[in-house]
Nanobody, 122 residues
Framework: QVQLVESGGGLVEAGGSLRLSCAVS????????MGWFRQAPGREREFISSIRPGGKAYYSDAVKGRSTISRDNAKNTVYLQMDSLTPEDTAVYYC????????????????WGQGTRVTVSS
C-alpha cells in the first residue's frame, strides 16, 4: 500500500542544480522520517540525508553544505535540493521512509522508491 515515487532527475552540467521530489502515499506522511539514498555505478547504496517529522535534518559529508532536504506535509512530498553538482554526484537517487520514533544514522528504511537518475557531466 505504501508507494514512493521519485522525480526530478536528469542530465545536468557540473556546477548546476537539481531539485528531486518524492511523492508518498499509503501512510500518514507527517508522522514518519523521510530520507534519501543514492547508488552510483559499481558502488554500494549510500545514505545522504534525512528529515524528521519536526524538521530536524541530517546530511552526510558528501552532500553537506550544498544540499537541502525539506518536506511539504500538505502535499505528502519530500524534496532534496542539490547545488554545485559534480560528476561524483552521478547516481540513482532513492527516496525512503522509516517507521521510527528514534533517530537512526544511517537511516534504516522500511520502504523505498524506485529511484530517479541524476547524471552530471563534466
Amino acid at each position: 500500500q505504501v508507494q514512493l515515487v521519485e522525480s526530478g532527475g536528469g542530465l545536468v552540467e557540473a556546477g548546476g542544480s537539481l531539485r528531486l521530489s518524492c511523492a508518498v502515499s499509503g501512510l500518514t506522511f507527517s508522522v514518519f522520517v523521510m530520507g534519501w539514498f543514492r547508488q552510483a555505478p559499481g558502488r554500494e547504496r549510500e545514505f545522504i540525508s534525512s528529515i524528521r517529522p519536526g524538521g530536524k535534518a541530517y546530511y552526510s559529508d558528501a552532500v553537506k553544505g550544498r544540499s537541502t532536504i525539506s518536506r511539504d506535509n500538505a502535499k505528502n512530498t519530500v524534496y532534496l535540493q542539490m547545488d554545485s553538482l559534480t560528476p561524483e554526484d552521478t547516481a540513482v537517487y532513492y527516496c525512503a521512509v522509516e517507521y521510527s520514533s528514534v533517530e537512526k544514522i544511517p537511516m534504516e528504511p522500511e520502504y523505498w522508491g524506485q529511484g530517479t537518475r541524476v547524471t552530471v557531466s563534466s
